[in-house]
């Protein structure tokens, strides 16, 4: 991946995650007479503003609605559906959320503790005070970092590393990784400034590692995945689910047409290399009817089918501003938040809000940079709640 793309997927995964982190879609094939739901992006996809769109919408216990619109693969004109498969980017933040508090909930982390309790390495980090393009210069920090602020992207991370800027989110793995962070330093005081990052969230997940002595992606497999029976969640997928990934699509010069994204960002392919590792802070693939079954269990207070992950409290907590007085950002444990919601958007597109009445909303698209992107999943909001207040009556 050039310089350039990195470029053009950091500023496009700012703008997604700004303008969809409170936000949700949805669709399913065009028929004679489309509902709502599937006439507020069919416009789009027609007029090749959005190559496809996958939405499901529910409650903790029940799937209301299944709805796609387009394709996977424009030029093969392959529909999309919701076992299309998807990378889902930055929605991996909240996974690392939840490892985190059922470590807690079984006294074994401490929020709050410095986070050289549970990694040494990390033990003498600077932060650095002036920096221009030949000179940078660092001092010790005054405070120690904890856990919560790594969760909170409030423990001054720069948003990855400059070995992952090169060579992909997913080339290290973690005490490689945690080396690294020596030299890479912090952009400001823990605790004192929200900045968004991977960092912070890859370091809670090493923390889950070295607690829990297995590696972060069998945690996960484990506590999460198999209890809500998720087949399809992974960092690596196998070669069904490759041929079954989604196209990620950007729009044209002339602003009338897509054009394909021939490699996902910062992910190092092909996705079935032997040398590629776990990265929570947006390594994760999905399908949209795996996914959902993640929601609806945050959704109904940490419980799933039967199967309790976390207390209502950890929920609450994740779920809630952690971000500090200091901050007018509303961000949790790997989730944003506001008034009546909380979820999580990805580089491209995809997207989930849990709203506190337990509607869950999840909305699967691979864009990045569609100028029409806002507009349509505005658009498709007003008919999702719509679709709500009907249910309701």
């Known amino acids: ?13 700012a703008i997604l995650f700004l303008t969809i982190s409170i936000t949700i879609s949805f669709v399913n094939v065009l028929s004679a007479e489309e509902p709502s739901i599937i006439a507020a992006l069919s416009p789009y996809i027609e007029s090749h503003q959005m190559p496809g769109v996958v939405s499901i919408l529910a409650t903790p216990n029940e799937i209301l609605s299944i709805d796609s619109v387009g394709y996977s693969d424009i030029e ?101 990784f945690l080396a690294t962070l020596k030299m890479t330093g912090l952009d400001h005081e823990p605790g004192t400034k929200y900045q968004y990052s ?103 207070g940490g419980e799933f089918n039967g199967k309790r992950i976390l207390s209502e409290e950890s929920v609450k907590l994740i779920s809630s501003k952690q971000t500090g007085d200091k901050s007018d950002v509303h961000y949790g444990f790997g989730l944003a938040c506001g008034d009546n919601w909380f979820g999580h958007g990805g580089a491209w597109g995809t997207n989930a809000t849990i709203y506190k009445n337990h509607f869950v909303a999840l909305y699967m698209v691979q864009v990045a940079g569609v100028v029409k992107q806002e507009e349509s999943i505005e658009s498709w909001r007003k008919a999702a709640m719509n679709f709500f207040d009907d249910y309701q009556k």
């Not at 982390?109 to 600077?126: H, K, M």
């Not at 392919?269 to 590792?277: A, I, K, M, Q, V």
Request: proline share 6%; charged share 20%; hydrophobic share 40%.
């Open 1 to 13: 991946m050039n310089h350039k793309s990195i470029k053009q997927f950091r500023f496009f995964g």
């Open 76 to 176: 093969n004109q392959k529909p999309i559906d919701e076992n299309s498969f998807f990378w889902i980017a930055s929605m991996s933040k909240a996974f690392g959320g939840v490892c985190v508090m059922i470590l807690v909930e079984e006294g074994k982390l401490d929020l709050d503790a410095p986070i050289s309790t549970y990694l040494p390495e990390l033990s003498d980090l600077n932060v650095t005070v002036y920096q221009d393009n030949q000179t940078r210069l660092q001092k010790k920090l005054q405070n120690p970092m904890t856990l919560r602020q790594n969760l909170s992207h409030t423990a001054g991370w720069p948003f990855i590393t400059s070995f992952q800027d090169q060579f992909g989110i997913d080339s290290l793995p973690t005490d490689k």
């Open 198 to 300: 991977n960092i912070g969230i890859d370091v809670a997940a090493a923390v889950v590692e070295r607690v829990s002595g297995m590696p972060f992606e069998d945690f996960l497999q484990q506590r999460v995945f198999e209890p809500l029976e998720m087949t399809e969640t992974t960092f690596f997928p196998n070669e069904d689910q490759i041929a079954r990934l989604a196209k990620g699509y950007r729009s044209n010069e002339q602003q009338d047409g897509l054009i394909w994204l021939s490699d996902v960002s910062y992910m190092t392919e092909p996705f079935d290399h032997p040398n590629r590792y776990a990265e929570c802070g947006g390594g994760l693939f999905s399908t949209p009817i795996d996914l959902i079954k993640f929601y609806q269990m945050l959704a109904g």
